[in-house]
C-alpha cells in the first residue's frame, strides 16, 4: 500500500480531475472513509498499521464505474454536481474571483462556518445532511454503474410478477447486445431485489411487503 503512505497526518486529500478508468477494489477507500485500520506499506521503511483521517476529495468530469454495488459502497459518497456554465466569464473576472476566494477574510469565514457546521451536527443527529441534489446524483450513478439497473430503466421491463430466470435470460441478451458485462444471477437478483423492494418466491419476482 505504498500509495496510501502520503496520507498518514494528514486532515484531507484532493485529487483532481481523476480518470474515469474502472475501480477495481473499493475495499481500501471503505476502509480510510470508514476510520478502519489500515496497513501503511512504504519503501525502505517497516511496514505498521494505523488510522487514517483524511477527508477525501476527487474531482472528475467523468465518474468512474465500480464492481461494487453494495450499500456499503454507496453510502460512504457525496457526489456533488457543478452545474455552472462559466464560458461567460472572463479571464480578468476568474483571477479576481480567485483573489477574493483566497483572500484571509473569506478563508477565516468557510473557516467559521466549518466549525459552526461540526458543532450542531456534534450536538444534534450527529450525521450530516445530504442535499436533495446530491442525492439525485448519487441516485444517477448508481444506476449508471449497474448494468442490472441501467436494463432495467432504459426498456423499462416490468419486474413484478415476472418470472426470475426468463428476466435473468432476458438481461444477459440486452447486455451482450450493448456491450455490457453481465452479472451473476446471484447478483442481479439482490440488485432487483434491493431497487424495488421485492422478494422471490417460487421463482418469482413479488412485493416484499
Known sequence: NFGIGGLANKLVSLAGDISNQR?????MFKKIVSGDMVRIDEKYEKKYDTVLFSTLFFSAN????SPDTTDAFYRR???????????RISKVEGILFKQKLLADESVEYVAY?????IRQVLITNCDFTEPEVCKGEKRKYKILNSS???WVHETNKPIINEDVQDSYEVYEVWADVNGYKTVAR???EREICGEFKLKIKDGVFINGD
Not at 77 to 86: G, S
Not at 113 to 117: D, E, F, L, P, R
Open 186 to 188: 446471484a447478483r442481479f
Open 23 to 27: 475501480i477495481n477494489d473499493s475495499d
Open 148 to 150: 442490472v439497473l441501467t
Open 77 to 87: 459518497l457525496m457526489i456533488i454536481p457543478f452545474h455552472a456554465n462559466l464560458e
Open 62 to 65: 467523468e465518474l468512474p464505474r
Open 113 to 117: 462556518k466549518a466549525i459552526q457546521a
